[in-house]
């Protein structure tokens, strides 16, 4: 049993699930990939040629091209603050790429200045060990980031090892939208923004698989709440009948007894109401 299963109520079903689309995990994981690659490529070229003259000069050409490649770490520290990140947000959005590209600044120029030098080719075969678990820890917290509609409510998963779940009863969900550009619908993905009447307010699911099957889903689940079904039907009770006076009593009897000899009631019936009137006298 999952973890989802485990956190569902009683008669709780899991109606449709989803995560972000496939190029979220792209773009987080990209300037990670690229690190990865970049240290154990320059590890490698710098281990294994000779220490001649033909391999000096491999050396200072890897140093050139790490100078090259400072335009990654610099592109997600321009882009960072073009989107608006300062303060807080900014150093935990772009520490990595700048550490990254200290780290390749100050390869090019050992790799220009001392060309002979391997230390630098161990010290990157060690760290590209770094950007790799990076790279596994942002696919499992992709892998384990899940937003499900319920027959009850809308539930936000996410966490490997620390769990943390929001949700939304269905019966507060007021409205839905649903944002996709071009390239998104060509993709299928998109983003829902789904606005409840808790103090929260609004949901935002960005870049979801799947979106427009996502709120057909939750659009559904909430129509089946308001559905009652009967497997018995209305049942319109009887009008109590008024008990009589004893005075009344005889006459009953004997109209009784013309509906029977009329054939309206069987014998049967007519002796049962009989000794029904008679217990009352």
């Known amino acids: 049993m999952g973890y989802i299963e485990r956190i569902l109520g009683d008669n709780e079903r899991v109606v449709y699930r989803t ?7 792209l773009g987080r994981v990209l300037g990670s990939l690229f690190a990865f690659l970049v240290f154990l490529a320059l590890g490698l070229v710098v281990l294994l040629p000779n220490t001649d003259d033909s391999g000096n000069r491999i050396r200072q050409v890897v140093g050139v091209i790490a100078l090259g490649s400072l335009v990654m770490p610099l592109y997600l520290i321009i882009s960072a603050w073009l989107s608006g990140l300062r303060g807080r947000d900014f150093v935990q959005r772009i520490w990595r790429a700048a550490l990254a590209g200290l780290f390749i600044l100050a390869v090019a120029v050992i790799m220009l200045l001392l060309p002979q030098s391997r230390l630098i080719g161990w010290i990157a075969v060690v760290l590209c060990a770094v950007p ?27 966490g490997t090892i620390n769990k943390h779940v929001r949700d939304s009863a269905l019966e507060k969900v007021n409205d839905v939208e649903l944002d996709q550009s071009i390239i998104g619908r060509i993709l299928v993905y998109g983003t829902v923004q789904i606005i409840t009447g808790s103090d929260i307010g609004i949901n935002m699911f960005r870049r979801i698989s799947n979106p427009v099957r996502f709120k057909r889903a939750m659009l559904n689940a909430k129509e089946e709440l308001h559905v ?25 009897i004997a109209e009784l007894d013309e509906l029977r000899q009329k054939g309206i009631i ?5 002796q049962t109401k009989k000794a029904e009137l008679l217990a009352r006298l």
């Open 19 to 25: 995560h972000q689309h496939f190029i979220v995990l």
């Open 266 to 270: 069987s014998e049967e019936e007519f």
């Open 132 to 158: 790799a678990f990076e790279v596994i820890r942002i696919f499992l917290d992709w892998l384990n980031e899940r937003y499900i509609i319920t027959n009850r409510r809308v539930i936000e998963a996410k």
């Open 228 to 252: 009652t079904p009967s497997d018995e039907p209305e049942r319109i009770p009887s009008p109590a009948m008024p008990t009589p006076d004893k005075e009344e009593i005889p006459d009953l």
